[in-house]
């Protein structure tokens, strides 16, 4: 799961389409394959 994935919820996607700018999150979405937390949100979240 990549970001767009979790935070772009059905509703969200179609605020995203009213306001034009779907097609780029669609392809942001896509291009995002981090599967999991980076090593720079562990240490973002570490340091809390």
Same mark, same amino acid.
Do not use: C, H, P
């Given at each position: 799961?990549?970001?767009?994935?979790? $935070?772009?919820?059905? $509703? =969200?996607?179609?605020?995203? @389409?009213? $306001? !034009?700018?779907?097609?780029?999150?669609?392809?942001? @979405?896509?291009?995002? $394959?981090?599967? !999991?937390? +980076?090593?720079? @949100? =562990? +240490?973002? =979240? !570490? @340091?809390?």
């Amino acid at each position: 799961m990549n970001y767009g994935q979790l $935070a772009f919820s059905d $509703a =969200i996607k179609k605020m995203q @389409e009213d $306001a !034009g700018s779907r097609n780029s999150y669609d392809r942001m @979405e896509k291009m995002s $394959a981090v599967n !999991g937390f +980076t090593n720079n @949100e =562990i +240490t973002f =979240i !570490g @340091e809390r």
